[in-house]
């Protein structure tokens, strides 16, 4: 089967081609504007030929437990979350739209990041807050970033050689959005993000948990639409760095003596620990830490700054594996728990979730 994959993330629009589970090509539109990206699309699918299907990662899928077929109906009862994932929900259900305009007779099928999170135990989804409210406005801990961690979690059995629901990890994403999962038995048993793709450690432009009280008080001096900009866009390293909250351009400015860029990096990786202490809490016990994401990827020293805070959960780096490169381990032998780098290939999960509902129906 050769799929079409579209991942609208927040700093990118990743496009890939799956076949038969290998990804043999692919464009990344950088800084991406939120618009269809047609042309795009187009010149992928005619360098390539005909695709079998399309999937199209979709942040906020409700209680979904697997890959929908998108039609205008799916597409109408997905947009209820467009208020509460304002900066990917609308993106990607404008996208939906227009694939299914340009590619008529190709199914596409919505894949989701909340899946993974869907079998969160009652006492991790549950917020503390009136029942009256929770149920009127379905409150509750969702989870993102649930495609990546299922990557990471069959790239990290492949390679520790183990199977996916004997192993205890800790799977932190590090991109544009940041999350920290708790896996165990083969699904999530906690995670950071909440209720909304806001809540848990600091990302590039948005801060992560905050008291909420502060949000109220921001309600009371500012409007609604500022602060909820605000803390979508102008917050996290952003915010702090005065920078546009891409690592590459914090941590430069941190080479360059700057205070601020400092700090930021210093309040990111702290709130990061403390997110990845808390995640051990939900396991038995820590076969593994799994850094992917973007920022996983490509900067080798901040892992190593990151996990150098963490010892006392029994973890630690080898850096000439940390200099190395592709799906890897990356602490040394002697440390209790493994430390592993794995390319965030929701694209391949997508792939595989689309080979399965297909397989199903003929
Ligand atoms: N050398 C690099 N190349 C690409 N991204 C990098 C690099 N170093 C750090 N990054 C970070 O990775 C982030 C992008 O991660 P990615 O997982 O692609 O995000 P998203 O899927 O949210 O768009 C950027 O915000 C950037 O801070
Ligand atoms: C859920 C989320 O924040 O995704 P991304 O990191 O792709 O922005
Ligand atoms: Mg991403």
Request: a negative charge; proline letters at 6%.
């Amino acid at each position: 089967m050769r799929a079409l994959v579209v991942n609208p993330g927040s700093t990118s629009l990743k496009l890939s081609i799956v076949d038969d589970g290998v990804p043999v090509d692919g464009a990344v539109v950088a800084d991406w504007d939120g618009g269809p990206e047609l042309p795009a699309i187009a010149e992928l699918v005619f360098r390539n030929g005909r695709v079998d299907a399309v999937g199209l990662r979709v942040v906020h899928g409700g209680d979904r437990t697997g890959p929908t077929p998108l039609d205008e109906n799916e597409i109408a009862a997905l947009s209820r979350f467009e208020p509460t994932v304002p900066v990917h929900q609308p993106r990607a259900l404008g996208l939906a739209r227009a694939l299914l305009r340009a590619m008529p007779g190709v199914p596409l099928f919505g894949c989701y990041d909340t899946t993974f999170h869907t079998r969160l135990p009652d006492h991790a989804a549950t917020y503390p807050i009136p029942a009256a409210w929770r149920h009127r406005f379905d409150i509750r801990r969702y989870g993102f970033h649930g495609l990546s961690c299922a990557n990471a979690l069959r790239r990290t059995a492949d390679l520790l050689g183990r199977a996916a629901d004997s192993l205890s990890l800790i799977c932190c994403h590090l991109g544009g959005g940041v999350s920290v999962t708790a896996i165990q038995d083969g699904h999530s048993v906690d995670t950071s993000m909440g209720f909304t793709p806001l809540d848990g450690a600091p990302m590039t432009t948005r801060p992560g948990s905050l008291d909420p009280g502060l949000v109220l008080h921001l309600l009371r001096e500012l409007p609604l639409a500022e602060v909820e900009s605000g803390l979508n866009h102008r917050s996290g390293l952003a915010g702090l760095s005065g920078t546009s909250g891409d690592l590459r351009e914090v941590l430069a400015r941190r080479a360059g003596g700057f205070a601020e860029a400092e700090r930021a990096v210093q309040v990111y990786l702290h709130r990061l620990c403390r997110e990845i202490a808390a995640a051990r809490v939900s396991l038995r016990c820590l076969d593994a830490l799994v850094l992917t994401g973007g920022v996983a990827e490509h900067q080798p020293g901040l892992c190593a700054e990151l996990v150098g805070g963490l010892a006392f959960l029994g973890l630690a780096t080898d850096p000439a594996a940390l200099r190395g490169s592709g799906d890897r381990v990356v602490s040394p032998d002697w440390a209790t728990s493994r430390v592993l780098v794995v390319r965030a290939a929701e694209e391949l999960e997508i792939a595989r979730e689309l080979g399965t509902v297909l397989t199903a129906v003929h």
